[in-house]
């Protein structure tokens, strides 16, 4: 039984139609990517599956470990191990990183976190991540630039070890130097708990350290093809337009 | 042709023309209950509305003056001669107009811009319309553009004129109010039927000329169910040496889904208090778009409300002041949100220089009932020199938790680095401080009709450089 | 026992805002005259839990004086003095009854004062700064935050006149209202012609939790120099859903969001007080954890 399963699904943003009966399956410890066109419905697919209010379901389910979570609320998904990395994480002034994760690791765990213990792992996981450990008592992502919102999203990954990591655009933005980091982040994630992935990219250069089990290409909100890794490469030599059928020559 | 660089004044030729007042009634100045009756009687008034003034002036002459905002002592109100009708009679025929009160329009270039595309013109000469015409097709969609005084006579519009006349103003809410309501006279009154959708806009141009005249015209604007109009209010007037009192009142009702855009520019001549109340109720889904533009005045107290009284209602202010040598210009806008999920937005900027003095003043309301509703009022202020003045005094009164409510406001200067940017592609220091505040305008004129963006630019380019173009 | 006005707004507005002033009955009782200048220990804390005159004046050494205010009904007024390059931290922590708070501060060129003011459920707390910037340079720095409930009332006015060239505010004010709490909150930042190349910003948030809450704040300027950039900002109303759904996709149920993000709206106004004994003690009174165990 695959991890995840996306049955039919059709979403809309306040009566605009985004995803037309799209299906797809993650298995446990798979990765996959999901690539399109500005538009076509990758991030929708993101927040849909982590329970997003503002988009809304309007056919078809999700299912997750076997459990339909279509209505369930964000936090009930996050605890049953689904993870979404923002492309642009909101900033909560008053409340710091380290506050912020250990409350949120608190309810995954389910059990409260001895300090000592949450502040060796905090310090672990930023090393891997090359951050500063001045970063763990800022306010969440308060006065964070682009690269360090997105190093804090992945830190935020090591540190919840989700079964499912949906990572949405994390390359987008940053240097060569802050996208061998943040792969570094995903290689460690993968080591410490096995977890599958879900990476939502439109460019490919964060694939290249990945082994890539299957790719979901999507557009105008439907999945206009599926195939394992030499997609990626078809679509790096060739773009989408091919694809997608628009622009063909 | 070489600029000049500095102008204290806009050069106002345009505009600066008067003819000698000809024999004019005019009443002696002041205000008594007799001259209430005069003017009742010369206008003869139906008895509520002669009753409605005289209780007005009551509750003029117990009210205080304003305790906040510009001072207005130059302001004597024995010396405002409140009533001077011109010769001339109402015209729907330009040429019958009479020569000279013509000559003054065309010199505003009124027939041209109705030439141009304008639905109809309701041109007031001091305080009577003396030219007036509304295009075949806007009339025979069943809307209704005329002078109040008239529409009040007629048996059509008698009864919807009682039911609506100061009431969104009620004469008590302030003493300028409660002299409006006493000696007003002349003023539009629209009526758009239900569903129907005006294309073109409707312009009424105004102005005073005689010396020492108040100007007190009422507009009375009521749009029915899902009905969609655009009212451009403009005025300019001649220079005077004696102080003018402009106390004018604007009704505008919105019906449920209906929307108003309700333009103004005014460019009163710098001796003029300009002490203007304006209102709009908007129903259920309806929506009220003020473009507001005030160069003009001496002293202004602007800041038209709009009341959000039915689910989803929305108001839009997009206001510019522009206040120069000898101005103390209070504009801005209240709001008030008394219904669910209402929605304001308010966006504005001042300008001061040659010590000018502008206040951004605003006032925003949330009530209990209004669960889910939103503001965001955002205010710039630029000041060009040392001895102007800028103030911005923002106020919001939130009583539900049920709402976002958001406010900025920034103040300074021409940033050196804009200036030096636009000098290094070849601009002079003047043209590219002119080309600055331009755009600085942008908010406004972008929402303005064209010719009237283009007169906008004028303006601002005449005060910051000398020159138009 | 005298009515007297206080708060009045600098510059007053539309008169049915109820927002140009308030009026109070100052108690005439007997005032404790407290001094504090120049002292050795790096932290001077005093407690007032009855009307009384502190002075405050600075020396060379930065100075840090905290403020512990609860008296069931007090005036308490406060007058700084930061002389050339002095360094002055006040934090005033009020809380209680009827109290009535007055702080007049002085700066000369190149003083600075940081401010921090924390009311805890004031049932009826009205307080009054004026910060004169005559000095070049000098520096304003004031946080500010407030948690009422009930029917506490709270009725604060900060007048920041900047007059100095090169001078610097920054005002930032954090506060939560929830039952029948009523706050108003003015804050003016002041350019005095002359104020060349002065700055200032201010930025109040105000989270409201309950229906019932009255919210009203003024944030004015005014300005009569060019060479100069102010800004205000103030947002006021719910939790963003936005940061619902952000907290929730990492695990934490909504009811205990509310909770959350209401108890860290003071969060980094608490952080500011820069005394360890003191910052835990306001946490204790907000009902937080302190991060030790």
Same mark, same amino acid.
């Given at each position: 039984?695959?991890?995840?399963?996306?049955?039919?699904?059709?979403?809309?943003?306040?009566?605009?139609?985004?995803?037309?009966?799209?299906?797809?399956?993650?298995?446990?410890?798979?990765?996959?990517?999901?690539?399109?066109?500005?538009?076509?419905?990758?991030?929708?697919?993101?927040?849909?599956?982590?329970?997003?209010?503002?988009?809304?379901?309007?056919?078809?389910?999700?299912?997750?470990?076997?459990?339909?979570?279509?209505?369930?609320?964000?936090?009930?998904?996050?605890?049953?191990?689904?993870?979404?990395?923002?492309?642009? #994480?909101?900033?909560?002034?008053?409340?710091?990183?380290?506050?912020?994760?250990?409350?949120?690791?608190?309810?995954?765990?389910?059990?409260?976190?001895?300090?000592?213990?949450?502040?060796?792992?905090?310090?672990?996981?930023?090393?891997?991540?090359?951050?500063?450990?001045?970063?763990?008592?800022?306010?969440?992502?308060?006065?964070?630039?682009?690269?360090?919102?997105?190093?804090?999203?992945?830190?935020?990954?090591?540190?919840?070890?989700?079964?499912?990591?949906?990572?949405?655009?994390?390359?987008?933005?940053?240097?060569?130097?802050?996208?061998?980091?943040?792969?570094?982040?995903?290689?460690?994630?993968?080591?410490?708990?096995?977890?599958?992935?879900?990476?939502?990219?439109?460019?490919?250069?964060?694939?290249?350290?990945?082994?890539?089990?299957?790719?979901?290409?999507?557009?105008?909100?439907?999945?206009?093809?599926?195939?394992?890794?030499?997609?990626?490469?078809?679509?790096?030599?060739?773009?989408?337009?091919?694809?997608?059928?628009?622009?063909?020559? | 042709?070489?600029?000049?660089?500095?102008?204290?004044?806009?050069?106002?030729?345009?505009?600066?023309?008067?003819?000698?007042?000809?024999?004019?009634?005019?009443?002696?100045?002041?205000?008594?209950?007799?001259?209430?009756?005069?003017?009742?009687?010369?206008?003869?008034?139906?008895?509520?509305?002669?009753?409605?003034?005289?209780?007005?002036?009551?509750?003029?002459?117990?009210?205080?003056?304003?305790?906040?905002?510009?001072?207005?002592?130059?302001?004597?109100?024995?010396?405002?001669?409140?009533?001077?009708?011109?010769?001339?009679?109402?015209?729907?025929?330009?040429?019958?107009?009479?020569?000279?009160?013509?000559?003054?329009?065309?010199?505003?270039?009124?027939?041209?811009?109705?030439?141009?595309?304008?639905?109809?013109?309701?041109?007031?000469?001091?305080?009577?319309?003396?030219?007036?015409?509304?295009?075949?097709?806007?009339?025979?969609?069943?809307?209704?553009?005329?002078?109040?005084?008239?529409?009040?006579?007629? #048996?059509?519009?008698?009864?919807?004129?009682?039911?609506?006349?100061?009431?969104?103003?009620?004469?008590?809410?302030?003493?300028?109010?409660?002299?409006?309501?006493?000696?007003?006279?002349?003023?539009?009154?629209?009526?758009?039927?239900?569903?129907?959708?005006?294309?073109?806009?409707?312009?009424?141009?105004?102005?005073?000329?005689?010396?020492?005249?108040?100007?007190?015209? &009422?507009?009375?604007?009521?749009?029915?169910?899902?009905?969609?109009?655009?009212?451009?209010?403009?005025?300019?007037?001649?220079?005077?040496?004696?102080?003018?009192?402009?106390?004018?009142?604007?009704?505008?009702?919105?019906?449920?889904?209906?929307?108003?855009?309700?333009?103004?520019?005014? /460019?009163?001549?710098?001796?003029?208090?300009?002490?203007?109340?304006?209102?709009?109720?908007?129903?259920?889904?309806?929506?009220?778009?003020?473009? !507001?533009?005030?160069?003009? !005045? &001496?002293?202004?107290?602007?800041?038209?409300?709009?009341?959000?009284?039915?689910?989803?209602?929305?108001?839009?202010?997009?206001?510019?002041?522009?206040?120069?040598?000898?101005?103390?210009?209070?504009?801005?806008?209240?709001?008030?949100?008394?219904? #669910?999920?209402?929605?304001?937005?308010?966006?504005?900027?001042?300008?001061?220089?040659?010590?000018?003095?502008?206040?951004?003043?605003?006032?925003?309301?949330?009530?209990?009932?209004?669960?889910? !509703?939103?503001?965001?009022?955002?205010?710039?202020?630029?000041?060009?020199?040392?001895?102007?003045?800028?103030?911005?005094?923002?106020?919001?009164?939130?009583?539900?938790?049920?709402?976002?409510?958001?406010?900025?406001?920034?103040?300074?200067?021409?940033?050196?680095?804009?200036?030096?940017?636009?000098?290094?592609?070849?601009?002079?220091?003047?043209?590219?401080?002119?080309?600055?505040?331009?755009?600085?305008?942008?908010?406004?004129?972008?929402?303005?009709?064209?010719?009237?963006?283009?007169?906008? /630019?004028?303006?601002?380019?005449?005060?910051?450089?000398?020159?138009?173009? | 026992?005298?009515?007297?006005?206080?708060?009045?707004?600098?510059?007053?507005?539309?008169?049915?805002?109820?927002? /140009?002033?308030?009026?109070?009955?100052?108690?005439?009782?007997?005032?404790?005259?407290?001094?504090?200048?120049?002292?050795?220990?790096?932290?001077?804390?005093?407690?007032?839990?009855? !009307?009384?005159?502190?002075?405050?004046?600075?020396?060379?050494?930065?100075?840090?004086?905290?403020?512990?205010?609860?008296?069931?009904?007090?005036?308490?007024?406060?007058?700084?003095?930061?002389?050339?390059?002095?360094?002055?931290?006040?934090?005033?922590?009020?809380?209680?009854?009827?109290?009535?708070?007055?702080?007049?501060?002085?700066?000369?060129?190149?003083?600075?004062?940081?401010?921090?003011?924390?009311?805890?459920?004031?049932?009826?707390?009205?307080?009054?700064?004026?910060?004169?910037?005559?000095?070049?340079?000098?520096?304003?720095?004031?946080?500010?935050?407030?948690?009422?409930?009930?029917?506490?009332?709270?009725?604060?006015?900060?007048?920041?006149?900047?007059?100095?060239?090169?001078?610097?505010?920054?005002?930032?004010?954090?506060?939560?209202?929830?039952?029948?709490?009523?706050?108003?909150?003015?804050?003016?930042?002041?350019?005095?012609?002359?104020?060349?190349?002065?700055?200032?910003?201010?930025?109040?948030?105000?989270?409201?939790?309950?229906?019932?809450?009255? /919210?009203?704040?003024? #944030?004015?300027?005014?300005?009569?120099?060019?060479?100069?950039?102010?800004?205000?900002?103030?947002?006021?109303?719910?939790?963003?859903?936005?940061?619902?759904?952000?907290?929730?996709?990492?695990?934490?149920?909504?009811?205990?969001?509310?909770?959350?993000?209401?108890?860290?709206?003071?969060?980094?106004?608490?952080?500011?007080?820069?005394?360890?004994?003191?910052?835990?003690?306001?946490?204790?009174?907000?009902?937080?954890?302190?991060?030790?165990?």
């Amino acid at each position: 039984m695959a991890l995840l399963t996306i049955e039919n699904l059709s979403v809309a943003i306040e009566d605009k139609a985004l995803l037309h009966g799209v299906s797809m399956e993650v298995g446990s410890g798979e990765t996959h990517v999901l690539m399109g066109p500005n538009g076509a419905g990758k991030s929708t697919l993101g927040f849909t599956v982590m329970g997003s209010p503002e988009y809304k379901v309007t056919g078809g389910k999700i299912l997750f470990d076997g459990a339909d979570i279509t209505a369930e609320s964000p936090d009930k998904r996050a605890k049953r191990g689904i993870f979404l990395s923002f492309q642009n #994480p909101v900033e909560i002034p008053g409340i710091t990183l380290s506050d912020f994760l250990r409350s949120a690791l608190e309810q995954v765990e389910g059990e409260r976190i001895k300090l000592w213990a949450f502040k060796k792992q905090l310090k672990a996981a930023m090393d891997v991540l090359q951050m500063d450990a001045a970063y763990a008592e800022r306010d969440l992502n308060v006065g964070f630039s682009g690269g360090e919102k997105k190093k804090a999203e992945i830190l935020q990954l090591l540190m919840l070890k989700p079964r499912l990591a949906i990572l949405d655009e994390t390359d987008s933005g940053l240097d060569v130097d802050a996208v061998r980091t943040v792969s570094a982040g995903i290689a460690a994630y993968r080591e410490s708990c096995g977890g599958s992935l879900l990476i939502i990219t439109h460019n490919t250069k964060i694939l290249e350290a990945l082994q890539i089990d299957r790719a979901h290409i999507i557009a105008d909100g439907r999945i206009v093809r599926e195939g394992g890794a030499e997609l990626v490469a078809e679509i790096n030599a060739n773009g989408f337009e091919h694809l997608t059928g628009k622009g063909a020559i | 042709m070489r600029q000049k660089t500095q102008v204290a004044d806009i050069d106002r030729s345009l505009y600066d023309f008067r003819y000698d007042e000809d024999a004019a009634d005019f009443l002696n100045s002041g205000i008594t209950p007799e001259i209430i009756r005069e003017i009742s009687e010369e206008k003869n008034d139906p008895e509520w509305m002669r009753e409605f003034r005289l209780k007005s002036l009551e509750i003029y002459s117990r009210m205080k003056m304003p305790v906040w905002g510009p001072p207005v002592d130059g302001l004597d109100m024995r010396n405002i001669v409140t009533y001077i009708r011109p010769k001339s009679r109402m015209n729907t025929d330009w040429n019958n107009v009479p020569a000279h009160i013509k000559e003054t329009f065309e010199r505003l270039g009124i027939p041209q811009a109705e030439r141009e595309s304008l639905a109809g013109v309701g041109a007031q000469y001091d305080s009577e319309l003396v030219y007036h015409n509304v295009r075949k097709e806007v009339a025979q969609s069943g809307v209704v553009y005329t002078d109040l005084e008239s529409a009040m006579h007629d #048996p059509k519009y008698a009864e919807i004129i009682r039911m609506h006349f100061m009431k969104l103003v009620p004469p008590g809410d302030h003493k300028f109010a409660a002299l409006h309501g006493a000696v007003w006279s002349g003023g539009s009154f629209v009526y758009v039927p239900a569903g129907v959708k005006l294309e073109i806009p409707l312009q009424s141009y105004f102005r005073l000329n005689a010396k020492g005249a108040g100007q007190f015209e &009422h507009t009375l604007i009521i749009l029915e169910e899902n009905s969609d109009l655009h009212f451009i209010e403009g005025c300019s007037a001649p220079k005077y040496y004696e102080a003018g009192l402009h106390a004018g009142c604007v009704e505008l009702y919105v019906g449920k889904g209906a929307k108003l855009r309700y333009s103004t520019i005014e /460019n009163w001549s710098k001796n003029m208090y300009n002490l203007n109340t304006k209102r709009a109720l908007v129903e259920e889904g309806g929506r009220i778009e003020w473009v !507001s533009g005030s160069f003009g !005045s &001496h002293v202004s107290y602007l800041y038209p409300m709009s009341i959000l009284n039915g689910r989803g209602a929305s108001a839009e202010f997009t206001g510019i002041t522009f206040a120069g040598e000898g101005q103390n210009l209070d504009t801005g806008a209240k709001i008030v949100h008394n219904a #669910p999920e209402t929605s304001s937005h308010i966006d504005t900027k001042s300008i001061s220089k040659s010590g000018g003095i502008s206040t951004f003043r605003s006032a925003v309301t949330v009530h209990e009932n209004a669960v889910g !509703s939103r503001s965001s009022v955002s205010c710039e202020s630029l000041m060009l020199d040392g001895i102007s003045r800028s103030d911005t005094i923002p106020a919001m009164d939130i009583r539900t938790d049920k709402c976002d409510i958001g406010h900025e406001a920034k103040i300074g200067r021409i940033s050196d680095d804009a200036v030096f940017y636009l000098m290094s592609r070849g601009m002079d220091e003047q043209a590219a401080r002119a080309m600055i505040v331009s755009g600085f305008a942008g908010n406004v004129s972008k929402e303005l009709p064209l010719e009237y963006a283009v007169e906008m /630019n004028n303006l601002i380019r005449l005060e910051m450089t000398g020159a138009v173009g | 026992m005298a009515a007297k006005q206080l708060n009045l707004l600098p510059a007053p507005t539309f008169s049915w805002l109820g927002v /140009n002033g308030t009026e109070r009955e100052i108690y005439d009782d007997v005032a404790n005259e407290i001094t504090v200048s120049g002292c050795e220990d790096p932290v001077k804390r005093i407690t007032v839990d009855a !009307s009384a005159n502190v002075k405050v004046s600075g020396s060379q050494n930065p100075q840090l004086v905290v403020m512990h205010i609860n008296a069931e009904h007090a005036a308490v007024q406060t007058a700084v003095c930061a002389g050339a390059g002095e360094t002055i931290k006040l934090v005033q922590i009020v809380s209680g009854g009827t109290n009535i708070l007055k702080l007049d501060a002085e700066l000369a060129d190149n003083a600075s004062l940081e401010l921090v003011q924390i009311y805890l459920n004031t049932a009826d707390a009205v307080s009054g700064a004026e910060i004169r910037m005559n000095g070049r340079k000098s520096v304003f720095t004031s946080y500010i935050g407030y948690n009422l409930t009930n029917d506490n009332t709270l009725d604060i006015s900060l007048n920041i006149v900047q007059n100095g060239k090169k001078s610097e505010s920054n005002t930032t004010v954090r506060g939560v209202l929830r039952e029948h709490a009523k706050k108003i909150f003015r804050g003016t930042i002041d350019f005095r012609n002359g104020a060349v190349g002065a700055c200032g910003t201010e930025q109040e948030n105000v989270l409201l939790l309950d229906e019932t809450v009255v /919210n009203k704040t003024v #944030p004015v300027i005014l300005c009569a120099e060019e060479d100069v950039a102010g800004s205000h900002g103030a947002t006021i109303g719910q939790i963003d859903p936005k940061h619902i759904f952000y907290m929730q996709s990492r695990g934490i149920p909504e009811a205990q969001i509310y909770e959350y993000l209401a108890q860290s709206q003071l969060g980094s106004i608490v952080r500011q007080i820069g005394d360890a004994e003191t910052e835990s003690g306001v946490s204790r009174m907000l009902g937080r954890e302190t991060a030790d165990e």
